[in-house]
């Protein structure tokens, strides 16, 4: 089994060398470095840095555009949204959301130039981690959309010619799968362009409202080299309808078909953040679970469980991560 392992809240070199090297010895394969735009801002060098320790272990650089413009993963927040508020999505019912449109031109300029930026610093892979339109509040749900912002709306009436319904119609859910997919399809053809490979996550989650309806159409592409899925049961549980190990294993195998089906890599989240107490036992299950299913590259999110964010910290946050370190010691290879 190979183990990935996500990192952040930390920029200090001497202690992120502590880190890699404790990493290393447990048998982390590859470190998950977020790279926000803080971190493309004002800490490039430091990252850098960062990676070489990476490297230094012989673990490979995954790197993660953190919350870049709110449509990827990630509790940070973005300057792009601050200083370019007509490059946000709009609600069908006419409200900006604080989330940059795909079809912004400016906002794929700026993830190329993060795509630069990460390729100078050393990353081998880049993770485009759960893409995504804006997030729905639960009364929300099947109500409030997005983007219907001038962008989206003349080129939905130019593909289907008529103007874009307020509703979620057949043909709103196609336009709105085909625009995630040309944006991470332009801005994988570039990574991989600048000899980076592609890891894609989706969110386990169906029907299109939050993110891709039909993900296939993702994991089509050429330029795509791995693709997975993370299924947090703590943090799904409660809108699947399923119970923990029937969830992971339909999103598992859902993964699995597709990415053999083209001849993809994959990879699996297991959730280390928020975990109930006297659940922590939970996760040694569902690592097994995922090897018996034939999962061989399974990744937590995150290190020391995410110690740095009380805001997703579980209630016993030492007793999960001992547990995770447990895991990887007893089953990589």
Known sequence: MKFGMSYFGNRFIDHARKDMEFLKEIGVSYVVHTFSERDMRFSKRTMKMIFDITHENGMEVWADPWA????FGGEEFSAFLLENRDEWQVTNTGEYSPNACLRSMKFRN?????????????????????????????????KVWTCRCEKCMTEFKAKYGFDMPTEMTEEVMEFRDNTIVEFLKELMDYAKSRGLRNAVCFLPL???????????????LDSLDTVGSDPYWFSFERFTGMGRREF????????????MKYGKDTHFWVQAFKVPA??????VDGVKQMMDLGVDNVAFWGYRACEPTSFILPDDPEKVWNT?????????S
């Open 68 to 71: 870049f413009g709110w449509v």
């Open 110 to 142: 700026l993830m190329k130039e993060w795509i630069d930026t990460v390729k100078e610093c050393g990353a081998d892979v880049v993770l485009w981690d759960e893409p995504h339109f804006r997030i729905p509040k639960e009364d929300e749900l099947g």
């Open 206 to 220: 169906e029907g299109g409202i939050v993110s891709l309806r039909d993900v296939e159409k993702v994991v089509s």
């Open 248 to 259: 992971v294993e339909y999103w598992v195998k859902k993964i699995q078909k597709l990415a």
């Open 278 to 283: 006297g659940r922590e036992e939970e996760l």
């Open 324 to 332: 995770v370190v447990e895991i990887i010691r007893r089953f990589h």
